[in-house]
């Protein structure tokens, strides 16, 4: 009877084969996995971004004001801070409003417009740089960072972040008299911008200026709240893939309507300051609305 000879070992050729089929099938697990961690990434956001959001909901329901001690998104002279990722400053700008001593001015209604509804102190950095070997979510925290930060009476303040605008025939908006052309992440407001607050909410018109201030919901605007039935926790942290919270600052932004320019000149004047400040939006660290986080998360590859 004859026996049937087997070859000893594989030839070349089929060695590179399996290897090339093996390569094939790692790059699309890889590819497969890589789309899995941006989609989980977008949930993720989805769930955080709508989690602070009714969280400040319900506080500002219950208490009648909202949560204090926000982070200020630049330092004490208005410099860009620099572990705050370019995206978050992509569509807001700076803004100076000093402060006076002449009751009823501009300034004094601002900053009733905030006090009324609980806002009078803010976490402002000193240093633009980030303290050494403090996570960015915790550098307006003062028992983290110590003499870089400190608890400012809003009154005290003179440089804002507010939400870019123009209006839709491309003349920019005024404040007080002062006008907006840049953002912080140093690019000119442009006809991208013009549509940005109308996606925050269709009160916002694009023929009209209105005045939105800017902060960042962070570990001690949360603490804020500790004493109330309603207490936040914790301030969510928000993650994307240009987000890494070990690097950059990762807290929601979140958007106060303060003023409307109710009589058409494109300036807001002292008379059109509300009496209280209003969340209008909050928004993910790096410049996405829920809506747009919620579309991230279902996108397909």
């Known amino acids: 009877m004859k026996t049937r000879k087997y070859k000893n070992g594989f030839t070349l050729l089929e060695i590179v084969s399996v290897i090339f089929i093996l390569s094939a099938l790692s790059v699309g697990a890889l590819a497969t996995y890589e789309s899995v961690v941006d989609t989980s990434q977008a949930t993720a956001s989805v769930s955080n971004t709508n989690s602070a959001y009714r969280a ?11 949560p204090n001690k926000w982070d200020h998104l630049v330092t004490d002279t208005g410099a860009s801070l ?22 009823g001015d501009f300034r004094d209604r601002l900053d009733v417009a905030l006090a009324s509804v ?14 050494q070997y403090v996570v960015p ?55 991208t911008d013009v549509a ?14 209105d005045l939105l201030l800017v902060f960042g919901f962070g570990h001690d605007a949360a603490n804020s709240t500790t004493r109330s039935k309603v207490a936040i926790s914790q301030a969510p942290t928000s993650v994307s893939k240009v987000i890494n919270p070990a690097k950059k600052y990762a807290r929601h932004i979140v958007l106060f309507h303060v003023a409307s ?36 998360s279902h996108r397909k590859e």
């Open 56 to 66: 400040i909901r319900s506080y500002r329901s219950f208490t009648a004001k909202y």
């Open 82 to 103: 620099a572990f705050v990722d370019t995206s978050t400053y992509s569509h807001l700008s700076e803004i100076n409003i000093p402060v006076t001593v002449t009751s």
């Open 137 to 191: 979510n915790l550098q307006h925290n003062e028992g983290s960072v110590g003499v870089d930060v400190s608890a400012t009476l809003v009154s005290t303040v003179t440089k804002f972040v507010v939400a870019s605008e123009m209006l839709n025939n491309g003349t920019p908006c005024q404040i007080n008299g002062t006008t907006i052309t840049d953002k912080l992440d140093g690019t000119a407001i442009s006809s």
């Open 118 to 131: 609980g806002v009078d102190m803010l976490q402002i950095r000193s240093n633009a740089s980030k303290t």
């Open 196 to 209: 940005f607050l109308n996606v925050v909410s269709g009160d916002l018109e694009l023929s009209r200026c």
């Open 261 to 296: 320019d109710d009589n058409g000149n494109n300036n807001i004047e002292q008379a059109e300051l509300l009496p209280n400040a209003q969340m209008v939006a909050i928004m993910s660290a790096d410049g996405r609305f829920l809506d747009q986080d919620i579309a991230e």
